[in-house]
DNA sequence: AGAAAAATGCGTAAATATTACACAAATTTA
DNA sequence: TAAATTTGTGTAATATTTACGCATTTTTCT
């Protein structure tokens, strides 16, 4: 344990922390990864003791090469999820010179897209748990302004990012990638309009999983076709809704 | 002048900067400022002296209520420009361990832009300069890759926002208007149909300048329509090209 | 001075994209 | 067992985007 008081500057320097708003989706709902703060971590960070937080920490100033480094580590060390650097996207910084009762902390706040399906098995139980958006508890600092702002950068980057890519497990429907899409944007397309537009894209491979279509009420499986997706991206386009 | 390790934390802590992009436009070319390192700063700065850099300056822990506040306080204190918090976005975080040479310092990115016909005449020659896009010259620290970063986000809120309204002066020409889209998306438009599309977002009104109009070879005149503008924004739209 | 080149405004036809909408079949719900 | 829901498919109407011609005046070139 360090001893107290041990690092001096001539001028005063504020705290900086990486704070990780993680989204995942089951098929039905986007949810949020959360950690309840308090328990077993040490003396200097007991603020809101007891009450659920985006998952974060601080900047190992030594250490962690960038603060999205600083962000996978915490969310690793708070969540047990173990993302790579690459995952997380800078949302923006949180300065407010009262947003933490101890002393000036910055935060940068990022996010990341899980496959829900992969990784629940990863999450800490005993620390972490995922919520359904339009469910989340009241958040500790000013995560809950955090979070806002992390969905409507998701909100954003929908128009022209993959995030289906990144939050659909490998197979799924095509009702499943519209409800993901509605569930971001806040609103609700015309099936088939959806589906037209979706194929006009060409980024989707129907699977061929053997058993002969029941019905027309057993959707078909889809997976993304990384290739047409990576050129379409290349070349500048959007995923426009 | 604070006494020499005055400040100690019980772990370490790295300083924090927040660094400026501004950004002009005087009718031609877009234009960036930029401010000399170096001459009368106090000791603790003298890192890339006499290097053009981006302004910038460290976070006041106790006074600046937000990152975008030292931005513009320090916007001022090293080029004589004032502008108001508000016109500050951010870009994002450089945080990379070996980013300065004196100890670890993260910087929080912004840009603003400004109506360069308004403001040329507060500039500090003495430490600052208009560079156009384009004739810029290497940067210390980290900075060429903080304006690229910058531009590009630029480029990509060009698409929803007004930034004519922030770059042109009062009255401007159409001409005007398509180069500045076209300097800074990096393409180059029909003129006629820029003309036609932005006449249909009805946020341009026509100047009567008393002149009449001498000949086709005159532009004429335009002014945005503010209350139009903010109407079509709140409604949510494109500003498509 | 005169000729050539470039810049401006205006408008339209063709191509492309978006939107609205109906039906048949199978599954789920009541 | 009937009713309601879900899925897939396709097309016509509408709106948007793109490509382009012409008359005129200023600027540039010789």
Redesign the pocket.
């Known amino acids: 344990m360090a001893k107290k008081g041990q690092y001096t500057y001539e001028y005063q320097h504020p705290a900086v922390t990486a704070d990780c708003v993680v989204f995942g989706y089951d098929g039905k709902e986007l949810k949020v990864l959360l950690i309840k703060r308090g328990a077993e971590k040490e003396a200097s960070t007991t603020a809101y003791v007891g009450e659920w937080a985006l998952p974060g920490g601080f900047l190992d100033v030594e250490k962690d090469k960038t603060i999205a480094h600083t962000a996978a580590r915490e969310l690793k060390e708070e969540t047990g999820l173990k993302l790579s650097v690459k995952d997380f996207k800078e949302v923006g910084t949180f300065s407010d010179i009262k947003r933490d009762p101890r002393e000036r902390v910055i935060t940068i706040a990022h996010y990341a897209l899980v496959k829900l399906s992969e990784v629940q098995a990863d999450t800490d139980a005993d620390k972490a748990d995922w919520f359904s958006w339009g469910d989340i508890p009241h958040l500790a600092f000013d995560h809950d302004k955090i979070l806002r702002v992390a969905f409507s950068r998701l909100k954003q980057d929908i128009h022209f990012e993959p995030v289906g890519f990144d939050l659909l497990p490998e197979m799924f ?3 499943q990638l519209q409800n993901l899409y509605e569930s971001i944007l806040e609103v609700k397309f ?4 959806f ?3 979706m194929k006009h894209f060409k980024i989707l491979s129907e699977v061929e999983d053997g058993t002969p279509r ?7 499986k889809y997976r993304f076709d990384k290739d047409n997706y990576d050129r379409l991206k290349r070349n500048g386009f959007q995923l ?1 809704f």
């Open positions: 429907t095509l009702p015309d099936r088939r309009n589906a037209n537009k029941k019905g027309t009420r057993t959707p078909l426009e």
